[in-house]
């Protein structure tokens, strides 16, 4: 089966929507691909969530392709858990896509901050050994110190929730922590980004 994203994401926009008319503005809300929209809370804690994952979605996908701007002023979320960067770990390190990493990663940010919305970003957790491509552990590495630069300098938070969580031996994933395609997380590690989500809830009410 072939994916035509662009209308599958037209359709998420649409679907997001629907769900904003029903639980109202101003709720907490996960940006992401396909690790987001697999997630299966619509409640975290005693809080709605809107759900704004984009299965197949790359970074540059959120400039180029997917209207953050318009999704951000019709959630009008108070926070935002972001966490993107899953699928670059199969572009080429060669692609143009990484000499603008870190200016998109700001842009993103920065139109999510727009609506004043506090801004989580989640580091890219490791895949398994099976599944990783050729470029994996470089790739990985330049995903999350892009995040953790624009989290340090833009007033963002950053979240490393893994290595206690799903990390295994040499920097891949650990045996029960993804589903048998060696990406996608296994309800145990949904679990753990439930209470990850809800963590950051009670600590960011208290700013």
Partial sequence: MTIDYPSHWQ???A???MHVNTTGQGKTMLLGDSQTDAFWWNVVGNDWIVNAGFGGARVRSFIDFIDLNALVQCVQPSTTHVQIGTNNLF???AHAEWTTLAADIHS???TIKSVGSKVVLWFVPPMSQAAAPTHYAANLLAINNALGAEANANGAFADWWFPQQITGAG???AAGALLNDG?????ATQAARYYRIV???QYLQTL
Avoid: E, K
Avoid at 183 to 187: E, I, K, N, V
């Fill in 108 to 110: 993103i940010v920065n």
């Fill in 183 to 187: 990406t996608h997380y296994s309800p």
């Fill in 15 to 17: 679907t997001i929507a």
């Fill in 91 to 93: 572009v080429d390190p």
């Fill in 11 to 13: 359709a998420r926009m």
């Fill in 199 to 201: 963590a950051w809830s």
């Fill in 171 to 173: 920097g891949y994933a």
